[in-house]
């Protein structure tokens, strides 16, 4: 298992877990904001414009006008930049923050967001602008560190929401015993991708993960 770097581990060492109460990891991007609409607007205002042919970024933003394919470079650079501009003004999922409110009183709740460690406060002002003021850890690369850290601060039941399949896969091989969730919010998007091979349930809606959770929880 790849270590925690420091800037991660500091951040999952300051979060206070109740020991063996269930644990709710969920991420942020198409889970809880609508990542992909937020960055299709950026995009066009930058003069670029989303060919949703597959579910990626590189290889799909292209010039308006040209319709030139983006480089791997300067797609990086829009993102980082979009990160740095919009993080903190993403509309919310539809009824994330009512599940969330409602799974709060059965189980801890953490935020697993990947995102530049610069933008982890305007996340955190988002989150609870929108009603989910939950801790965060800001995350980079593979999630299974982290979660697994996490999981065994809480000593409980895990679930993990996230719309990435090597997100995914990752956490299913550092905590085996998690239920994992994909979870994808823009139905375009979903469209594009059936359920992660890692995952046990495949839902994109809040009210189908809080029914499903509000089952579990109330078993354990």
């Known amino acids: 298992m790849i270590p925690l770097v420091p800037e991660i581990k500091a951040q999952v060492d300051a979060i206070q877990l ?13 889970v809880l904001f609508k990542f992909l609409e937020g960055l299709e607007h950026y995009l066009e205002n930058e003069g670029y ?7 990626r ?21 829009l993102l980082d930049s979009f990160f740095q501009h919009r993080t903190e003004h993403l509309e919310p999922v539809e009824g994330a923050a009512a599940a969330l409110e409602s799974l709060s009183n059965h ?17 955190e002002r988002a989150l609870a602008e929108h009603g989910m003021p ?12 982290p979660a697994k850290a ?6 409980g039941p895990v679930t993990f929401l996230d719309d990435l399949p090597p997100n995914l896969q990752s956490v299913r091989e550092a905590v085996p015993h998690a239920t994992l969730i994909h979870f994808i919010a ?23 993960v809080h029914d499903l959770l509000s089952r579990q929880l109330n078993q354990t």
């Open 107 to 123: 189980a801890q709740i953490v935020i697993l967001s990947n995102l530049p460690l610069a933008q982890r406060q305007d996340r």
């Open 186 to 208: 823009d139905p375009r998007l979903a469209r594009l991708i059936g359920k992660a091979e890692a995952s046990d349930h495949r839902l994109d809606t809040w009210p189908e």
């Open 134 to 145: 939950y801790p965060l850890v800001a995350n980079q690369g593979i999630k299974g560190p």
């Open 57 to 77: 970024l590189t290889g799909n933003v292209k010039e308006k006008g040209t319709d030139e394919v983006v480089d791997g470079m300067r797609v990086k650079e």
């Open 18 to 30: 109740q020991e063996g109460r269930p644990l709710i990891l969920c991420d942020a991007d198409e």
């Open 150 to 155: 996490l999981a065994e601060a809480a000593g």
């Open 49 to 55: 414009w989303l060919d949703m042919t597959s579910f």
